[in-house]
Nanobody, 119 residues
Framework: QVQLVESGGGLVQPGGSLRLSCAAS????????MGWYRQAPGKQRELVAV???????NYADSVKGRFTISRDNDNNTVYLQMNSLKPEDTAVYYC?????????????WGQGTQVTVSS
């Protein structure tokens, strides 16, 4: 059974930092494309950052230069370092694992962790 468990969310002041973690079990993380998504109240879920199995990374324009995604394959964990946080970064952040096998797409989600940026 695949599980993705996010942690590290919380309340932080504007300009502050947080590091989110996503611990994966039941899958071999290094062969998956791992992503962080977020969903703010009343808005659609959006991609924040993604890292492929080849360690290619991509970021939403809104977080470039502030957020960094990384993976620790030995510990089956992916991270999102968030710096210079803004109130508009407030959202529930979700971890995603995705892999295409032939015509199958394997797609797993965590339960989410709340990030609130407010003074």
């Amino acid at each position: 059974q695949v599980q993705l468990v996010e942690s590290g969310g919380g309340l932080v002041q504007p300009g502050g930092s947080l590091r989110l973690s996503c611990a994966a079990s039941g899958l071999i993380l290094r062969i998956y494309t791992m992503g962080w998504y977020r969903q703010a109240p009343g808005k659609q879920r959006e991609l924040v950052a993604v890292i492929t199995s080849e360690d290619t990374v991509n970021y939403a324009d809104s977080v470039k230069g502030r957020f960094t995604i990384s993976r620790d394959n030995d510990n089956n964990t992916v991270y999102l370092q968030m710096n210079s946080l803004k109130p508009e970064d407030t959202a529930v952040y979700y971890c995603n694992a995705r892999r295409v096998v032939g015509t199958y797409e394997l797609d797993y989600w965590g339960q989410g962790t709340q990030v609130t940026v407010s003074s």
